[in-house]
């Protein structure tokens, strides 16, 4: 049973040493960028009851939560997302509020799914929230912001995939689309399967019309040409006005000076039925998914009694600290570890310690009691950056 014990379970694992070091000076680095933006910390529950995270809010499937009981018989779930969370709490403490708020957090969300293709069930994630403001200068400042904290962290090359999710559902709806079929639609364009999609539509008897719209999202990526190709292939005012919120927002970005890292994607829709308009994923090589996603989010807080607008991101912090460490561009961390050894006098070495914890260092007392190169081993392991004989 020894063994066993030592052994997390699947999907979760422990982070120590220099790893963990560099994690956390990539979380301080990007949530600096947040905090220059004004966006103040905010800690939500690790668990909260199930409706939080219900199919209604539009958030995780119930079979990918972690759920439990509490001595009351409630069910209670880990979260799988912060947002709703925020939501929440926004909703209770801010219920009067018409000023928009700004709000930033760091935590880890569980997921509980058998589909990990190398990804763990618990993940730290930082984010931003901006609750109030519908303006296209929202969407951009969330954009913006989320470029600035990536190049912030260490991140040169990396892309920021912009799309509009009222673009697909206004050509669902003018396909009279019924919500099953929309969202096995859904899956099909998020995977690029582009026969599956047909064979749908076909089955379902849509328009010959409405199937060339549908499936010609897929070709609506790159640059922000497409954006004058969007427009002309809608074929409804809801996907119309999509299209022209982009293009605004695009100009915004222009401003900020940061449009060299943005593309758009049309076909870009989210498991995260919540979302109402702009969507994002932030995009880097040696990653093998979306390090980051975010999108606006407008009918998420009245769901909890607040009606008001919304936009927020995610990055995945494990992620990022992957994608950065394998293109060897991870930031040193700052590192005052050191490790004192002494033979004999402890108070001298006990002075010694304390001179250089007033300096700013964190220093380990330890007797010589193994040969020197042993402590030297155990240092260069241990992330300290000296070890000091006494």
């Known amino acids: 049973m020894g063994k066993r014990l030592v052994h997390t379970p699947e999907g979760v694992r422990d982070i120590y040493g220099k790893e963990y070091a560099n994690k956390q000076t990539i979380q301080k680095l990007f949530g600096d960028k947040l905090h220059s933006y004004g966006y103040q910390d905010i800690q939500t529950p690790t668990f909260e009851f199930f409706d939080v995270f219900s199919r209604e809010i539009g958030t995780t499937p119930s079979k990918e939560l972690y759920k439990f009981f509490d001595k009351e018989g409630n069910t209670l779930v880990l979260r799988p997302d912060f947002t709703p969370s925020i939501a929440r709490c926004a909703a209770k403490y801010f219920m009067d509020e018409n000023i928009p708020l700004r709000f930033c957090y760091l935590g880890n969300n569980f997921i509980n799914t058998n589909n990990l293709q190398g990804k763990l069930k618990e993940t730290t994630q930082m984010g931003a929230e901006l609750l109030g403001d519908a303006s296209p200068e929202a969407d951009a400042e969330m954009i913006a912001m989320l470029v600035e904290a990536l190049l912030n962290s260490g991140l040169k090359e990396f892309q920021v995939s912009v799309g509009q999710i009222d673009y697909f559902k206004g050509l669902c709806a003018h396909a009279q689309l019924d919500e099953e079929t929309e969202f096995a639609l859904r899956e099909f364009i998020s995977n690029r399967n582009e026969f599956g999609a047909q064979e749908l539509l076909l089955d379902r008897k849509i328009p010959e019309q409405s199937i060339q719209a549908l499936l010609g999202v897929n070709n609506l990526f790159g640059s922000c040409e ?165």
């Not at 006990?350 to 260092?361: D, F, I, M, P, S």
């Open 226 to 390: 497409i954006l004058d190709k969007a427009l002309e292939a809608a074929d409804n005012e809801r996907s119309q006005k999509a299209v022209e919120r982009l293009m605004q927002v695009y100009e915004l970005l222009k401003v900020y000076g940061v449009d060299q890292y943005i593309s758009f994607d049309l076909a870009m829709v989210s498991k995260y039925n919540y979302y109402t308009g702009i969507i994002f994923n932030a995009y880097t090589y040696q990653a093998g998914s979306a390090i980051a996603k975010g999108g606006r989010y407008d009918n998420l807080l009245e769901k909890f009694g607040k009606p008001a607008p919304a936009t927020g991101f995610v990055v995945m912090i494990d992620d990022l600290v992957t994608a950065l460490t394998r293109q060897k561009i991870c930031p040193e961390p700052e590192n005052k570890n050191l490790l004192l050894v002494y033979a004999a006098d402890f108070g001298s070495a006990l002075t010694k310690a304390r001179e250089y914890r007033t300096q700013g260092y964190s220093a380990v007392l330890m007797k010589l009691e193994q040969p020197e190169e042993q402590y030297t081993k155990f240092a260069a392991d241990n992330n300290f950056s000296k070890v000091i004989f006494i």
